[in-house]
């Protein structure tokens, strides 16, 4: 399929490059002198284990028998299958221990051993376990239909004969050949065998695997360049000798024997699996590694199974109910031993003599009968355990992530992505984060940058202003004027959210510059926001050096190494370059007339627009060499010659590299452009410098003689003399002026940073990118700004190839962490903020076993942490330490295959959906579309969860122990017995149907405040962070209610119907009476409990709530109107005895008030005299005090931050302090010269 | 699926004009209030004024409920007469048991009541018996309602071990609870008169009508080698056995009344009654108290003062709290909604 990549010609990269692409004709020979040697053992496969893999190409067949049959594409992840599901998930369901309990206690129940018929356990159990089974198997058909999504994916496969055909992703198998077109992913682990580009370079994105932005170049072997088409391939055979399937992913070995002769494989020929072909139209590939052997998948580890806190918590308190339990059956056993050893032989009505062969009721026997008798009685007090508990947890949380599945603000209009909680399990988990642990690019970042301002002869354009500026003079200006908002600047600021500041839409900044507040800049075009009319249309003619503008403009046009390429719809050029700011470059230097349009092997060619003439020039520039960029030297430089034969050095790169190059008259500007660098970084853009150099024939020609030397040379020094070459001749520059490139924020990170550091959430920034550019975004995210102190951790440059250089190393990381450790312990000023900037390397040598601890201290006292350039495994070790180190909840969000690894490890992974690559989503429990939706899923969702399921929680335990312990109660009347006073069927609808809904309905629809309330006060959030509503104060305080309310409950009734009659009739109360009273009581008290436990009531609760009560006595009912063989005493009971009977309602009544007074008093007292935060907001708004008293609301919603260190508002205070501090030394300056009393303003 | 605008990002440009993928809103969640959690909702906070109402309006209804019921639990006369152990012999004190379980002995024994106060019919005629497990769980299970409901299901006897079977076949009724029947018999006479006890509809109607059935007839009760309490005439139909069925329906605690007639006599205050009665059932093996109850009722049955003290406390707690609260409101007030009390107020370097 011819595409428009197809129309340019095959270009020889290799002729351009400098460093990395070359193949020399002598490293050929120097090749062919091992392969000549290997191919004496060509029968063999490489030596060593693990090197067994032989692929057969082109040979479709030989790969369908033993022993070659790898593993076909096919991808899963699904848990289970068909015929592994049901025992694998009965499995789960009963490692619950409470459920295996149940589990026995219905195994039991068919013995008579069991106090209750064994429907009335075997149904709750069936219910409950296969609900949550229910859940799991849809859960898991998500899964599946996400492989199968990725497995139905097509690509060109050679089906024989030179013809290539689409086939689905899974078939393909090892030893095809497949066709990957540009901008597609590859399906398998592939060996580069061709390319679109004449010597079979190709790039390569690897942002899905390492995170990665810049393109990575892969060269296939030259023996295999010649299969360049699809026809070629009619006859190709080869066999490939690998190593077997690993993870590791910047390794391999193997070799490729083509027609006899054997070459040597390594890392720079093999694609791997969910990279992206870029910047190449086409690559021919032949299949290593599929499926689950290719090395992204062998890195894919088994999602683990994650549970939250509180679950894990409850689970705790499980184990004390269970403790519980088995003490009371325990006394209740040894009361019934006794009581059957001593008085049973009295109690001739039971016939003690006659045992009926078991030994239930022995009193010869009394210890095997009470052995027997602890069973009974474990059964029996089994209702102490919830066993609806987790089946409710589990309805709840469903329905939960629906909400959050639904949210209409956490859906993305661009994307089309709703928010998705994967797992719901962790819902609660949500309100309860300390530290976020964040990826870059692709989460914060969208991979884009745009051309913001440039700094030319000590000029600066481009008018954007920084924020952080507008909203310290905004704030500084309305405290001056004294105005009544205080405080509330930045919240304002972002609340209005760019609609303009109202009543000021013209600030006076200190600096003088006036700048415009519109609302935000709306890029017209991609990679370009530039906004300054000075240089537009052809203006910059008339600025004040037109000559160093039209230099700047040109070093922007011919210093890259990108490509154009025609884009017919529009006739525009599109650029293929290697870093996305090399892009932003090209589109302004079209943007401002001077558009490159065509390379060629030596030119590249510009179309220059100027407004004297209406046709562009076209211009060449021979380039004569291209010395590149790498992250050792940082600057890239072409040498050209121009059109009037003017030879120029055209350079850019970091601004200390290019300044400390500059020559003596090139420093003109370098004061000026220095500040306006600061000013760029300050603001998070990312600065390079722009320089060149005039060249003399003699002395060029000279310096090529030694860089084409350096460049021939062989040998492990040959970069070294490279470098050295390229050097020389990049000296003496003169400073054209400097770029600032907006590494674009996707929409409302900042502000979203900012407000979850206001409610005390942690950030950090793990990054596979560079230092620079971490750092960079650091500023533009407000992690970072000017006056924090930067601890900055990397390993020595001495590369030492001692023995002990490792050690050495370490020691010195070791070093640095003890000196940080000691500085911010000797800072003294409140304010002051400090940043932890690590590297990767640094990093492998922090997490080692007797440094991390002392690195994880020094990094919690850092306001701010960016790690940089660490690998997926780092990014999960890191993430592991936060977790086990600090002991707190760990958020983990990114978007890439390289964050499956952190996302996996914390405790909750957040996923970024909606860009390509669906791995992180995959692994992730929540997936967003946009990092800005972090807020609402924290802050909002996060904290109801958190409290639903907390005091859902609570109550459950409450409601259950207020039941089952009047089972105990009734024990000691029954000589421990194990007679319950209950129908089975009262037990069975208690958890099942009387009190569960209202329970849910707590769970599903508690509000405290309301979703913008709990945005405008984010220190709310802390509530669910410390654990408020979940800690052992408040659970034992249920827990004792509970106990209060089953006393009140049992000993009431038992108090009221004694034995005198309870009817004007005369009768007494049966056992029947008794228990549906005490358990008509228990429903009303326990329904009455949760309307005073919940604050927010739709008609929804309001329904559950009185219709379980409903339920109940239509149960009643309905029970006693079916047959006496299925309801036995309470048989016509409510209509008969109970309903006409006063002391029934009294009683109910009584108890219902008894059993809820405590409680209620707690609340009024609590509420009245010790109020909670969403307490008072919550009386603020029930006064409706937020419209009466603005400035008071305003107030106090500034204050709900937690004090930050980081984040945009703190930047703002900051700044506020330093402009404060300027005016006060003025002032105080003013005022020692002149004597004149003007009081200082009020704001001193 | 390959060609994501968004993500070609690196340098690819072409103005506006790029491709943007079709916006697909087919995964647009739908509004609605419950999808949003904005149903309309009543949030009502406990403000002072609340507390100290609903205190109040609990004391109002459970002081007066309280009051009423103790009334009426006062207005019932009761005359409570514990006679197992007056009724041994002088003689057999000392082996009561063997006195109980002698069936040569004569057991009959004569009680002189007197009433306490006016005693308006119908007077309800009760036994008590203390110490008496009819909640035991051997004793709860060991019956067989399908057999007391029909007569075709008369040899079953499956739940009713170990009183089920006699060497002639099944025993209807069968089961502990039937076989233990109380057994003991009340006369009265008042002056010189005898009041017939009236042992008509002491069962609940229910139980008459459709647990016991009218064609189930006794059959092989009490005639195996022990003899457990009261025998049935065999004539008659398990729902005309009242007696049966009251005491078929075991009592949730150990001491129990159950309903052995009434009288439809009015007795005026210092009237004696002579009881004669049979002194039959054994409860001296498990020292169970017997007592012989006759009492009125009110609208609220028998005499207890329990549930009037339980309200009367309630009722009296909830008038104190209010005050207390009222009391200490006025004392130290609290603003609602007041700003103040915000933790980050409250405790500023908290943070």
């Known amino acids: 399929m011819p595409r428009t990549g197809r129309i340019r010609e095959k270009l020889r990269w290799s002729k351009i490059y400098t460093f990395s692409c070359i193949r020399h004709p002598e490293s050929i020979n120097a090749d062919a002198g091992p392969s000549l040697s290997l191919s004496l053992s060509l029968s063999l496969p490489l030596p060593g284990p693990g090197h067994s893999r032989i692929v057969r190409c082109n040979q479709p067949r030989a790969h369908k028998r033993k022993p070659l049959d790898y593993p076909t594409n096919y991808i899963s992840t699904t848990k289970y299958n068909i015929v592994t599901f049901l025992p694998k998930a009965i499995f789960e369901q009963f490692r619950r221990v409470a459920n295996l309990y149940f589990l026995l206690a219905a195994c039991l129940s068919v013995t008579s051993i069991s106090p209750f018929s064994p429907v009335s356990m075997i149904a709750p159990l069936a219910f409950v376990v296969g609900l949550s089974m229910a859940k799991e198997a849809l859960e898991d058909w998500r899964r599946f239909v996400q492989d199968m999504k990725v497995n139905l994916r097509k690509a060109l496969v050679h089906k024989g004969n030179g013809r290539f055909s689409n086939k689905f992703w899974h078939k393909i198998r090892v030893g095809d050949v497949v066709r990957v077109e540009k901008n597609q992913f590859f399906p398998a682990d592939l060996l580069l065998l061709s390319s679109g580009y004449e010597d079979g370079i190709c790039y390569v994105e690897t942002m899905n695997l390492d995170g990665e932005t810049n393109l990575k170049v892969k060269r296939s072997l030259e023996v295999t360049l010649p299969f360049e088409d699809d026809r070629s391939f009619k006859d190709f055979t080869a066999t490939i000798r690998c190593e077997d399937p690993n993870p590791s992913l910047y390794t391999f070995a193997g070799n490729l024997e083509h027609e006899r002769q054997v070459y040597a494989l390594d890392p720079s020929q093999v694609l791997l699996r969910d990279s992206k072909l870029r910047n190449t139209s086409y690559i021919y590939g032949v299949v290593i590694f599929t499926g689950h052997d290719t090395k992204v998948m062998q890195n894919a580890t088994e999602s683990p199974s994650k549970r939250s806190r509180v679950e894990k918590k409850m689970d705790r308190i499980i184990y004390i109910l269970f403790t519980v339990l088995v003490l009371v059956s325990l006394i209740s056993s040894l009361g019934f031993a006794v009581k059957t050893k001593l008085e049973m032989p009295s109690w001739w009505y039971l016939q003690p003599q006659r045992g009926d062969n078991s030994h239930l009721y022995s009193p010869s026997t009394p210890g095997l009968s009470g052995i027997f008798h602890l069973v009974t009685a474990l059964i029996l007090y089994g209702y102490l355990i919830p066993i609806s508990l987790y089946v409710s947890i589990e309805v709840v949380k469903v329905l939960q992530a629906m909400f959050i599945n639904q949210d209409l603000q956490m859906y993305d209009e661009e994307t089309g992505n709703p928010a998705q909680a994967r797992t719901s399990n962790l819902n609660e988990e949500l309100g309860q984060v300390d530290t976020i642990l964040s990826d870059k690019t692709g989460t914060l970042t969208c991979n884009q940058m745009d051309f913001l301002k440039c700094s030319i002869a000590g000029f600066p354009y481009g008018l954007s202003s920084s924020e952080v500026e507008i909203a310290a003079a905004k704030q500084i200006a309305s405290e001056e004027s004294g105005g009544s908002v205080q405080n509330g600047g930045g919240i304002d600021y972002w609340e209005n959210g760019g609609s303009g500041f109202g009543s000021s839409p013209e600030i006076e900044l200190e600096g003088g510059i006036t700048c415009k507040i519109e609302k935000p800049r709306k890029p017209m075009i991609r990679g370009f926001s530039f906004e300054d009319d000075r240089l537009m249309q052809g203006n910059w003619m008339s600025e004040p050096n037109p000559g160093t503008i039209l230099l700047f403009f040109r070093i922007l046009a011919v210093c890259h190494t990108a490509i154009p390429e025609l884009d017919e719809e529009t006739g525009g050029f599109t650029y293929e370059a290697e870093s996305p700011d090399e892009g932003a470059f090209l589109v302004a230097a079209r943007e401002f007339g001077f558009e490159f349009c065509r390379r060629t092997q030596t030119s590249v060619f510009v179309r220059e627009r100027y407004p004297s003439s209406a046709e562009p020039i076209e211009r060449e520039f021979k380039i004569l060499n291209l010395l590149e960029f790498n992250s050792k030297r940082k600057r890239m430089s072409v040498v050209i010659r121009d059109e009037n034969g003017q030879l120029l050095l055209l350079c850019k790169g970091a601004d200390s590299i290019i300044f400390d190059r500059l020559s003596k008259n090139g420093r003109m500007y370098e004061a000026d452009t220095s500040k306006h660098l600061n000013e760029y970084g300050e603001a998070g853009l990312r600065t390079l410098a722009l320089a060149y150099r005039k060249l003399e024939e003699s002395e060029y020609s000279a310096w090529n003689t030694e860089f084409l030397k350096a460049k021939t040379a062989l040998g492990p020094d040959r970069e070294a003399q490279l470098e050295q070459a390229a050097d020389m001749i990049e000296k003496e520059l003169v400073l054209v002026g400097a770029t600032a490139v907006e590494d674009k924020l996707q929409k409302g990170v900042p502000q979203c940073i900012d407000k979850l550091a206001q409610a005390g959430l942690k950030i950090w920034v793990l990054t596979g990118d560079k230092m620079e550019t971490a750092v960079n975004i650091g500023f533009a995210c407000s992690l970072l700004r000017q006056g924090m102190k930067q601890i900055r951790l990397s390993p020595m440059n001495k590369e030492l190839i001692t023995q002990d250089a490792n050690k050495a190393v370490k020691e010195d990381i070791q070093k640095q962490i003890t000196n940080a450790s000691q500085m911010i312990k000797l800072e003294t000023d409140p304010h002051a903020a400090f940043a932890l900037i690590i590297d990767g390397k640094a990093l492998t040598y922090a997490l080692e076993e007797d440094m991390k601890h002392q690195f994880l201290s020094l990094a919690v006292d850092c306001a701010s942490v960016i790690c940089c350039r660490v690998s997926p495994k780092q990014k999960a070790l890191v993430t592991r330490l936060v977790k086990e180190g600090t002991g707190k909840v760990t958020l983990a969000i990114g978007d890439g295959a390289n964050d499956v690894g952190m996302i996996q490890e914390a405790d909750i992974g957040v996923g970024i959906s909606g860009v390509e690559g669906m791995q992180a989503v995959m692994a992730s429990d929540f997936s967003i579309s946009q990092f800005r939706y972090l807020e609402r899923l924290l802050v909002v969702h996060g904290h109801w969860c958190y409290k639903r399921i907390a005091q859902m929680i609570c109550y459950f335990f409450y409601k259950n122990i207020a039941f089952g312990l009047t089972l105990f109660y009734f024990e000691a009347y029954t000589g421990f017995s194990g007679q319950s006073v209950y129908d089975d069927w009262y037990m069975i609808l208690f958890n099942v149907l009387l009190t569960s809904l209202p329970v849910i309905s707590l769970g599903v629809f508690e509000q405290d405040v309301s979703s913008e309330v709990c945005l405008q006060f984010p220190a709310l959030y802390q509530q669910g962070a410390k654990n408020l509503f979940f800690d052992w104060y408040r659970i034992i305080g249920w827990m004792a209610n509970g106990l209060y309310s089953s006393l009140m409950i049992f000993f009431l009734n038992i108090g009221i119907f004694f034995t005198q009659a309870f009817l004007r009739g005369g009768q007494t109360a049966d056992m029947a009476a008794i228990g549906t009273t005490m358990f008509t009581c228990i429903i009303c008290a326990v329904n009455m409990q949760i309307a005073l436990t919940m604050s927010h009531f739709t008609w929804i609760q309001i329904v559950l709530v009185w219709g379980s009560i409903a339920t109940w006595y239509l149960f009643l009912l309905a029970y006693g109107e079916s047959s006496p063989l299925v309801s036995g005493d309470a048989f016509r009971l409510l209509v008969e005895a109970l309903a006409p009977a006063p002391i029934f309602w009294a009683v109910t009544l009584l108890v219902a008030a008894a059993c809820n007074l405590p409680y209620l008093i707690h609340i009024s007292y609590q509420r009245l005299y010790n109020p909670m935060d969403h307490h008072v907001i919550q009386e603020i708004k029930y006064y409706k005090k937020d419209v009466e008293d603005q400035i008071m609301w305003t107030r106090e919603r500034s204050k709900a931050r937690w004090a930050t260190k980081i984040g945009f508002t703190a930047r703002v205070d900051a700044k506020i302090r330093q402009l404060k501090g300027k005016l006060h030394s003025k002032v105080s300056s003013l005022s020692g010269q002149t004597v004149v009393a003007t009081p200082p303003p009020d704001v001193l | ?351």
């Open chain 2, 1 to 351: 699926m390959m060609n994501n605008s968004g993500a070609s990002a690196a340098g690819s440009s072409s103005g506006s004009g790029e491709g943007q993928a079709p916006r697909r809103n087919s995964k647009r969640p739908k509004y609605s209030r419950f999808t949003q959690q904005e149903l309309p909702a009543c949030k009502p906070i406990l403000t002072p004024r609340w507390v100290i109402s609903v205190f109040t309006l609990v004391g109002i209804i459970f002081v007066p409920i309280g009051l009423v019921s103790l009334m009426a639990s006062r207005d019932v006369v009761e005359i409570v007469d514990r006679y197992d152990s007056a009724c041994v012999p002088p003689n057999m004190t000392d082996d009561k048991v063997a006195y109980a379980q002698n069936a040569a002995i004569d057991k009959t024994c004569t009680r002189i009541l007197k009433v306490p106060k006016d005693m308006d019919q119908p007077i309800y005629v009760y036994y008590q018996l203390d110490n008496f497990y009819q909640n035991h769980r051997r004793y709860v299970k060991s019956r067989n309602d399908e057999q007391l409901m029909s007569a075709k299901k008369a040899n079953d006897s499956s739940g009713c071990d170990p009183e089920a079977t006699t060497g002639n076949g099944t025993i209807v009724p069968c089961g502990l609870i039937a076989w233990s029947l109380f057994n003991d018999t009340y006369s009265f006479i008042h002056g010189n008169k005898n009041i017939t006890v009236n042992k008509h509809n002491i069962s609940w109607k229910s139980d008459r009508d459709h647990k016991f059935g009218k064609d189930v007839y006794p059959k092989n009760f009490q005639n195996g080698a022990l003899i457990g309490g009261a025998k049935l005439d065999p004539k008659k139909s398990l729902s005309e056995q009242e007696d049966l069925i009251v005491w078929m329906r075991t009592a949730a605690l150990p001491t129990f009344r159950k309903l052995y007639g009434r009288i439809e006599v009015d007795l005026k205050a210092n009237d004696t009654i002579t009881v004669t009665l049979k002194n039959n059932y054994n409860t001296y093996s498990f020292n169970g108290k017997k007592k012989l109850v006759l009492s009125t009722t009110s609208w609220l049955g028998g005499k207890n003062d329990f549930l009037g003290i339980a309200y009367l406390t309630v009722g009296g707690l909830c008038f104190f709290l209010a005050t207390a609260f009222t009391v200490v409101y006025l004392v130290k007030p609290r603003k609602l909604g007041d700003p103040s009390y915000l933790s980050w107020n409250r405790n500023p370097q908290g943070h």
